[in-house]
């Protein structure tokens, strides 16, 4: 018989305990989000399950503001952030990677102090080359900053140091150039890596808040983050039903993309197709 592991309860216990903790707010928000205009939010003890479910929250968010609008632009600034980044980024880290030329160091050492700077540093000078180039209230103009990040150079850089050389080398004997090798040989090799980048850089341009409330004037270029800001300032009041109906609208996007993708979040083993 085998014996009992109190040691694996234990572990498991601590990590339901911590899951439980973290959910907690989410499951609360979804709880808000659910409930009718006669139930009270912030009653004590708080009531966990809504005493009558209803999704008229919902409708009325959409039904009631540019919220359907809101969820276009996010979709466009966060979809037009992931192509840019990674077509840029996987050019800039390819080099970077693979080839020698001179001052090779010193652009990668330059590329990781960024890391270090703050955005809000360069939000102010950011908002000035928008205004000068007439990118305010525009997709543009909440796209630019996020075209390219050194996170991500540094992400790819990483992946494409670890292909091996036999494939390069024999692209090349096969008279593929540079472009070539990168399109057709490294890009495949480091497809978990341009996944892993996706999804940071899809995350970081739907929530982003701050550089939108900047450079967006005009209700019709609103993100979701401001929208739902709007929804606890504006017309509404303090209808927190609404805000928590318009926050998990814009959670499911997210969670929706991560449960395609995570399978392919995974170690390749690009080594495979060379022998010997």
């Known amino acids: 018989m085998k014996k009992f592991n109190w040691k694996t309860l234990a572990n498991y216990s601590v990590l339901s305990a911590i899951a439980l903790i973290t959910l907690a707010p989410l499951l609360w928000l979804s709880s808000t989000a659910l409930k009718s205009n006669s139930e009270n939010v912030f009653q004590s003890p708080p009531q966990l399950l809504p005493s009558a479910p209803t999704l008229d929250n919902f409708g009325e968010v959409f039904q009631s503001s540019n919220f359907g609008l809101a969820l276009i632009n996010s979709l466009i600034v966060a979809i037009a952030s992931v192509v840019c980044n990674l077509l840029f980024c996987s050019l800039a ?128 270029f609103y993100t979701l983050p401001l929208a739902v800001s709007k929804l606890s300032s504006g017309a509404f009041g303090s209808n927190w039903r609404l805000v928590a109906a318009g926050a998990i609208t814009s959670i499911v996007p997210v969670l929706i993309l991560f449960l395609l993708v995570q399978k392919y979040i995974v170690p390749t083993d690009v080594a495979s197709g060379v022998k010997g």
């Open 93 to 220: 880290a390819y080099p970077l990677a693979r080839l020698n030329f001179w001052g090779k160091k010193a652009i990668w050492a330059v590329v990781l102090s960024t890391l270090m700077i703050p955005f809000q540093i360069v939000m102010i000078p950011l908002y000035i080359i928008a205004v000068q180039l007439n990118l305010v209230n525009s997709y543009l103009g909440i796209i630019l900053p996020n075209i390219v990040s050194a996170f991500g150079i540094y992400l790819l850089r990483q992946a494409l140091r670890g292909v091996p050389q036999e494939l390069e080398e024999a692209a090349r004997i096969d008279g593929c150039n540079d472009l070539g090798i990168w399109w057709n040989i490294m890009l495949p090799a480091i497809r978990p890596a341009l996944i892993t980048l996706s999804i940071f850089v899809f995350i970081g341009a739907w929530s982003d808040f701050l550089w939108p409330l900047i450079v967006i004037k005009d209700d019709q």
